[in-house]
């Protein structure tokens, strides 16, 4: 298992190589999405600021560990409507809908 500082990097190197740029950690924002009395979604979305995108001020990251037992980091680039962690989350489970 990597520390959570070495976590913390390759998410920030996976949405500085997504965004194209460079980013600046602002926060961590704990969310829970319940649909129909369950948790659909919970977990940590951490926030970047972007520093020379062209559409977005902000971008969006979470790592979860897959099936073959290895992070994978997902990255959403804070394009309108997509501005806020929760419209994040919601995007990216509704493109990975099984």
Do not use: C
């Amino acid at each position: 298992m990597i520390s959570y500082r070495e976590y913390k990097q390759n998410l920030l190197t996976a949405i500085e190589n997504h965004a194209k740029g460079s980013a600046v950690y602002v926060q961590t924002q704990p969310l829970k999405i319940s649909e129909d009395g369950k948790v659909r979604w919970k977990g940590k979305v951490e926030v970047y600021q972007l520093k020379s995108h062209p559409q977005a001020k902000l971008a969006f990251g979470w790592g979860f560990v897959n099936a073959q037992k290895k992070i994978e980091y997902i990255v959403v680039i804070g394009i309108p409507p997509l501005d806020t962690p929760l419209a994040a989350v919601k995007a990216f489970l509704h493109a990975n809908k099984k």
